[in-house]
């Protein structure tokens, strides 16, 4: 009886540590009030903007305000530029939550860039080396691989390019392989001044894109090229563009994750 006890208190403590483990706390990556923690950088103008370029500071560029009692990360969009975590992450789950402003340049474009690694400038004379969930107007969630990333993913193959599917073909994508750019599942964006709900799942060299809650791009073995071989890339720092339109962000937070969530990839 003494031993059937023990076992039970056991396995109580079993389930309590991994009922912990499924249930980690939110980490704020945007604390809503300033920018701690995080390191600020401008690059190059935008295409007819060379003098607005010229004059962009990062506390213009990037800063915090109020809008109906709530603080808010906006990101102007006026010249190319990053706003980059200090801390590296792996084996995460990011929610972001962001609408467009009513300032726009080009257009409205932006980028969460995760796996980020290396020095601000290294892509497109802006960013650190980066995988890509695209967060640009019409192509919320697509993937595009910048420098020597690359990755696996099951696509469909499309008039102008690839398209994720999951019962598709797996090719391998990077500049070497068929391209940096792989278009999303489905559209499921919502329009213009309404919130979206990104949710990036990353663990191990799986990277899962979820635009308000609809599963639209798996990407697998995510690498990098090396002297000729895909190195496996399962970590890095996490960047937001600043790129052609005006950004507001409500939500900006990660867990660590044990394991991808039950049916994501079905």
């Known amino acids: 009886m003494r031993s059937s006890v023990i076992f039970f208190f056991f396995a109580l403590a ?3 540590v991994s009922s912990c483990q499924r249930e980690a706390p939110w980490q704020p990556l945007f604390n809503g009030e300033n920018f701690e923690n995080w390191d600020k950088y401008i690059g190059t103008p935008l295409d007819g903007f060379e003098e607005l370029a010229g004059k962009a500071t990062t506390e213009k560029v990037f800063s915090v305000v109020e809008e109906n009692g709530e603080n808010f990360l906006r990101i102007s969009g006026e010249v190319n530029g990053s706003l980059a975590t200090r801390d590296t992450f792996s084996n995460y789950y990011l929610q972001l939550v962001y609408k467009w402003g ?7 474009n932006s980028g969460l ?7 601000f400038g290294e892509a497109h004379d802006t960013w650190m080396v980066n995988i890509e969930c695209q967060l640009m107007h019409g192509r919320l969630g697509d993937t595009y691989l910048m420098n020597n990333t690359t990755c696996e993913t099951p696509v469909e193959e499309v008039e102008d390019g690839f398209r994720f599917s999951k019962n598709g073909a797996v090719k391998k994508f990077g500049r070497e392989f068929n391209g940096p750019g792989i278009q999303k599942g489905q559209d499921a964006e919502n329009p213009i001044g309404e919130w979206n709900t990104v949710d990036l799942y ?11 809650g609809q599963t639209i791009m798996v990407n697998q073995k995510t690498g990098k090229m090396e002297n000729g071989d895909v190195v496996p890339l399962t970590s890095g ?7 052609g339109g ?3 962000v409500k939500t900006f ?3 660590p994750l044990q394991e991808l969530p039950a049916g994501l990839l079905e």
Do not use: M, P, W
């Open 253 to 255: 937070r990660i867990k």
């Open 102 to 108: 009513d300032e726009v340049y080009t257009q409205r």
């Open 237 to 243: 720092k996490i960047q937001l563009q600043s790129e």
């Open 202 to 212: 990353c663990f191990d060299r799986t990277a899962v894109h979820v635009i308000n």
């Open 14 to 16: 079993i389930l309590a």
């Open 246 to 248: 005006e950004l507001l």
């Open 113 to 119: 860039l995760y796996h980020s690694f290396g020095e």
